[in-house]
């Protein structure tokens, strides 16, 4: 059995960094979950989506020509597999989400900046 590009799977988390998450596939093979694949929103830290061991299911995006697999969750055709079951929210609580994602954004670039001693000015 071989996987193909477009496909849908399920796969168990084997490993999680901060770039992404590594899932065993069907196939035995290991595929990676970007971070921007993940959620339909910014994702900060991939374990408040997922967890080690846990069986997902994914799509296959690209297969590189190293055999690498690069998958995603956000790209899943059918809403109902999707991680992010979001209930309905109100136009105020996404509008609360959405300042708390820009302020923290502006925290990592303003210390990402500051290690780097720049002033973020091209300076």
Do not use: W
Not at 25 to 49: C, F, M, Q, R
Not at 52 to 67: A, L, P, Q, S, T
Request: charge should be negative; avoid cysteine; charged fraction near 35%.
């Amino acid at each position: 059995m071989s996987i193909e590009v477009g496909e849908t799977v399920e796969g168990k988390v084997t490993g999680i960094t901060n770039f992404g998450a590594f899932v065993e596939l069907p196939t035995g093979d290991t595929g990676l979950v970007h971070i921007s694949e993940v959620a339909n929103t910014y994702v900060k830290d991939i374990t408040n989506y997922l967890k080690e061991d846990e069986k997902i299911k994914v799509k296959v995006i690209n297969i590189d020509d190293d055999g690498k697999i690069g998958l995603s969750i956000k790209q899943l055709e059918d809403p109902d597999d999707r991680i992010d079951h979001a209930p309905k929210r109100s136009f105020e609580d996404k509008m609360d989400d959405f300042l708390k994602q820009s302020s923290e954004r502006q925290q990592d670039i303003k210390s990402r900046e500051a290690k780097r001693g720049g002033n973020g000015r091209g300076n």
